[in-house]
């Protein structure tokens, strides 16, 4: 995998892609060449079988994101036309999370504001260290939000708390967000990364096409009537059936063994 910049850091183990925000005398602040290589990192692994789970990090123990690469606003987001060319080049990586079929995790540790928190939020699961502290400052900015971002917020948390959070752009803690449905879990910072990849190797050693039909169903059933697409749905789950996973999935169990799925 070649990326640009060695901001970003991709390395996988175990059926565990890892893909680490690496500017931490930034606190891992995101700039556009960044996220440029995110949208590598998610495209080659969202067809690497080896990769069954990817783990989404920050660098440094200080930050997991928090937030754009602001000494960029004055050249590349600067008036709305500016920010319309950067936005649609940034909008790759999200993009790219989007459509990435596997589970994504996102450990959080340290800030996660703005930015950060819209790719937190993008992530199917999100564990968070005790000393987690979470804000979105738009309004702090005089910035806005697409209608994507702030409808993952707003599913995860509610139109109350996504109002709160966005008109007072107020800092907030692990233990707030959990509460509010932010993140799923909060550990000691010092368990966070076991915490996490325990979590990662339980799902990597699931069966692959079930947890994709799974991600795959609940994102569609987010969406509108219209927008729907259940004949993919069904052929998602008819591939389930007539997988040699299924077959595994079957004797494992009569054998009272553990299966051995290989995503097929």
Same mark, same amino acid.
């Given at each position: ?40 990192? %998610?495209?080659? +692994? ?17 930050? %997991? ?6 000494? &960029? ?17 940034? @909008?790759?990586?999200?993009? /790219?999370?989007?459509? %990435? ?21 993008? /992530? ?20 806005? !939000?697409? !209608? ?12 109350? !708390?996504?109002? *709160?959070?966005? %008109? ?31 979590? @990662?190797?339980?799902?990597? *050693? ?17 969406? &509108?009537?219209? &927008? ?17 996973? +299924? ?18």
């Amino acid at each position: 995998m070649i990326l640009e910049t060695d901001k970003i850091i991709a390395k996988k183990e175990n059926g565990i892609g890892w893909l680490i925000i690496n500017n931490p005398e930034k606190r891992n602040a995101m700039s556009l060449s960044m996220r440029e290589a995110m949208a590598v990192v %998610f495209e080659e +692994y969202n067809s690497d079988p080896e990769v069954r789970v990817l783990i989404l990090k920050g660098n440094g123990g200080k930050a %997991f994101i928090s937030g754009a690469d602001i000494s &960029e606003f004055k050249n590349n987001r600067n008036n709305h036309d500016a920010e319309k060319i950067y936005a649609e080049a940034s @909008a790759k990586a999200t993009v /790219a999370m989007q459509n %990435f079929r596997k589970p994504i995790i996102a450990m959080i540790e340290g800030f996660c504001v703005g930015g950060g928190v819209a790719t937190a939020i993008s /992530a199917d699961i999100r564990i968070a260290s005790e000393d987690s502290q979470f804000a979105i400052p738009a309004a702090k900015l005089g910035l806005a !939000y697409n !209608y994507e971002n702030l409808k993952c917020l707003n599913d995860l948390v509610g139109p109350a !708390y996504a109002k *709160q959070i966005l %008109f007072t752009g107020d800092k907030f803690d692990a233990s707030k967000a959990l509460e509010i449905g932010l993140v799923n879990k909060v550990v000691k910072n010092k368990d966070l990364e076991d915490a996490t990849i325990e979590l @990662a190797q339980k799902i990597s *050693q699931n069966a692959p096409l079930t947890i994709m039909t799974a991600k795959e169903t609940i994102s569609q059933i987010s969406k &509108e009537d219209a &927008e729907r697409n259940f004949i993919k749905l069904d052929t998602m789950v008819k591939e389930c059936f007539d997988s040699e996973d +299924y077959k595994e999935g079957r004797e494992a169990f009569m054998q009272k063994r553990k299966p051995i799925f290989k995503g097929c």
